[in-house]
C-alpha cells in the first residue's frame, strides 16, 4: 500500500511568488490533514478535510493559503503572494477513521527568500 | 480548547538506560493520544496510540506509554534505551467528542542517546 506522497520535497521561491504544494493521501481515507512546522517549533494544524469538505480551516494563518481537495482524492495548498514567514515544513497526512492515527507525508520543506 | 504540553526540549540519555519522554495535555473528556516520532530527513512515523481500555499502551519498536487520566499524562517510555531511538519525539490528542475533530501536537522534545 503506498504511503501518503507530498510534492515537491523542497521548494525555493521569492517573495511575492506563488507556490502550490500537493498532497496524495493514502487511497480510501477519507480524512486529509496539513500542518506545518516553522524552525523548531510546534507543528502546527492547518486545516482538516472530510472526503472534498473543508471540516475546520481555523488553523489557516490568512486569505493567502488556499486548500482545496479535488473529488476528495488529493489535495493542493497555494500560497499566493508568499511572505518570509511561510518557510517551514509543510506535512499533509491522512487518516481512515476519526480515530485512527494519521499517517504522515514526508513534508515539503518551503524556503521564501 | 485542546493543547499538548511537552515540558523538555531535550532528554539524553546512556544507553542501555531506562527513559522517559513526558507529555501532558488538556481537552475536555477523554482524549485519543498518539505519539509520533521523526528521523532526520524523514516524516513522522506513528508509535502507538491509546483508544481505551488498558491504561499501559505497547508500541513499535519497544515503546511504550501509560495513560494516566488524573494526572492527564501520557508518558512515553522504553526499558532500555538505543543509540538507533535517537529522534524528535511528538505527542499529539484528539477530541474523541466529535469523529471530525484535529489532532493536535505538542512541540515535540529530542531525544539524545549516548553510546
Known amino acids: 500500500e503506498a504511503g501518503v506522497t507530498q510534492f515537491p520535497s523542497h521548494s525555493v521561491i521569492e517573495k511575492g511568488q506563488t507556490v502550490t504544494l500537493r498532497c496524495d493521501p493514502i487511497?480510501?481515507?477519507?480524512?486529509l490533514y496539513w500542518y506545518r512546522r516553522v524552525m523548531g517549533k510546534e507543528i502546527k494544524f492547518l486545516l482538516h478535510?472530510?472526503?472534498?469538505?473543508?471540516?475546520?480551516e481555523s488553523g489557516m494563518p490568512n486569505n493567502r493559503f488556499l486548500a482545496e481537495r479535488t473529488g476528495g482524492t488529493y489535495s493542493t495548498l497555494k500560497v499566493q503572494p508568499a511572505e518570509l514567514e511561510d518557510s517551514g515544513v509543510y506535512f499533509c497526512a491522512s487518516s481512515s477513521q476519526g480515530w485512527d492515527e494519521a499517517f504522515f507525508g514526508q513534508g515539503t520543506r518551503l524556503t521564501v527568500v | 480548547a485542546q493543547s499538548v504540553a511537552q515540558p523538555e526540549d531535550q532528554v539524553n540519555v546512556a544507553e542501555g538506560n531506562p527513559l522517559t519522554v513526558k507529555c501532558t495535555y488538556s481537552?475536555?473528556?477523554?482524549?485519543?493520544l498518539f505519539w509520533y516520532v521523526q528521523y532526520p530527513n524523514r516524516g513522522l512515523q506513528f508509535l502507538l496510540k491509546?483508544?481505551?481500555?488498558?491504561?499501559l499502551v505497547k508500541g513499535s519498536y519497544g515503546f511504550e506509554a501509560e495513560f494516566n487520566k488524573s494526572q492527564t499524562s501520557f508518558h512515553l517510555k522504553k526499558p532500555s534505551a538505543l543509540v538507533s531511538d535517537s529522534a524528535l519525539y511528538f505527542c499529539?490528542?484528539?477530541?474523541?467528542?466529535?469523529?471530525?475533530?484535529?489532532?493536535?501536537f505538542g512541540s515535540g522534545t529530542r531525544l539524545s542517546i549516548r553510546p
Open positions: 499529539a490528542v484528539r477530541d474523541r467528542r466529535s469523529s471530525a475533530s484535529k489532532i493536535i
Open positions: 487511497s480510501g481515507h477519507d480524512n
Open positions: 491509546y483508544i481505551t481500555g488498558d491504561n
Open positions: 481537552v475536555s473528556g477523554n482524549p485519543y
Open positions: 478535510f472530510v472526503k472534498e469538505s473543508k471540516q475546520d
